[in-house]
């Protein structure tokens, strides 16, 4: 992108005719990801029961890590109004001109790659600290395995999944 001011367009044929490829930069997709974040009305942004447990564990001065497989573009300005420490997240990497080329650089933080990025974190503090963990699909079970006391989000009114089954509960209005 030239004038760094919105994307780019080309087109390329291929076998089923002309795609549309879209070239941002990493500071343009992160003000894409803000004005997402920006535009969903602030009443339908957070989990209540979700927003009342984190902010309890920033009340007992712990330390909180957001752990996901989005990338850390889209979850920073999440990250930012609940006031988190740190994001372990896929990180996309950026060519010398700024462009980003869409290859996960790092830890691809899904399944047991989030264990993987929480064990790193946890042997660079090298801390003692307890680590408690929230989770709500099955690509969670390493990491909440990982954790010393895991809790899995139910949508009220559901059973708890098969692969729940053992973890402490954390039921919530919706998801």
């Not at 490829?21 to 894409?32: D, F, K, Q, T, V």
């Not at 010398?96 to 790659?113: A, D, K, L, P, R």
């Not at 098969?162 to 039921?171: E, H, I, M, N, P």
Request: charge should be negative; proline fraction near 3%; include cysteine.
């Amino acid at each position: 992108m030239a004038s760094g001011k919105g994307p780019a367009t080309k087109n390329r044929g291929n076998r089923g005719g002309a795609v549309s490829e879209s070239i941002l930069s990493r500071l343009a997709i992160e003000e894409l990801a803000e004005r997402w974040w920006d535009q969903i009305p602030t009443d339908e942004r957070w989990i209540p029961e979700a927003v009342d447990a984190l902010r309890a564990h920033q009340c007992a001065g712990h330390v909180i890590v957001l752990l996901s497989g989005s990338a850390n573009f889209i979850l920073a300005p999440i990250a930012e109004e609940i006031g988190v420490d740190c994001i372990l997240s896929i990180s996309l990497g950026i060519l010398e001109n700024g462009i980003c080329n869409g290859e996960i650089v790092g830890i691809q933080t899904i399944g047991e790659g989030k264990r993987e990025a929480l064990a790193q974190l946890t042997h660079r503090a090298e801390s003692n600290a307890k680590l408690v963990g929230y989770g709500d699909h099955e690509s969670d079970l390493s990491f909440l395995a990982y954790c010393d006391e895991a809790f899995v989000l139910i949508p009220h009114g559901e059973t708890t999944p098969g692969w729940a089954k053992g973890l402490k509960q954390l039921v919530v209005k919706m998801l």
